[in-house]
């Protein structure tokens, strides 16, 4: 059974759309913007979890908060970024 899509649309300014074109290029395949935007979204809902999950082991001693910050640093995101509420 083939998945049911929907049309989405957005406005991007000409930097976002850059940002992504860059990030384009570096894949082997290439893909389309709008695959592109769907990757990149799929990897940022992945990235909520690994946080908290990380923050736990710093909590819990197993790793140090100094790789925690690292981490965070290297893929560009700021503790700030995220909620304690959720």
Do not use: C, Y
């Not at 957005?10 to 860059?22: H, V, Y």
């Not at 082997?28 to 990757?39: G, Q, V």
């Not at 909520?48 to 981490?71: M, S, T, Y």
């Amino acid at each position: 059974m083939e998945k049911k899509t929907l049309l989405f649309q957005m406005r991007a300014s000409p930097e976002f759309l850059t940002g992504i074109d860059n990030w384009r290029r570096h894949q082997d395949d290439i893909p389309a913007r709008a695959e592109a935007i769907r990757r990149l979204v799929d990897r940022g809902m992945l990235l909520k979890p690994l946080v908290d999950h990380l923050w736990q082991l710093v909590h819990e001693g197993i790793i140090a908060r100094e790789v925690f910050d690292n981490v965070l640093a290297n893929a560009g995101v700021k503790l700030d970024d995220f909620d304690d509420d959720e």
